[in-house]
């Protein structure tokens, strides 16, 4: 008798994980880090974000549109950092 086989597991999950700790990571990062550090740190959290999008997709080890996953990873976490970064500068332009 043979096993069934099981259901893969959904690709765009580790997508979804990769997004949820970039926008957590930026906003820390613009909440607890003063203003002349912001950038380097920034900078840091991209980069550990494109490392963890590699790590996941890895772990889930299929092979057919890894490329994707890991761009989609990454874009999508840029973006993220972009996005909350210019809320940030925006936000100090205005006067206390």
Known sequence: ??????APRNALVGVGIVWAAA???SIAIG???PEDWR????LVGVGAAVLVSFALQLW???TKGFI????MSGIGALLLFGIVSAGFGLAALIPA
């Open 39 to 42: 950038l380097p740190w920034l």
């Open 68 to 71: 994707f996953r890991v761009a």
């Open 60 to 62: 889930y080890g299929q």
């Open 23 to 25: 926008l957590v990571a």
């Open 31 to 33: 909440l607890f880090v």
């Open 1 to 6: 008798m043979s096993e069934p086989a099981l």
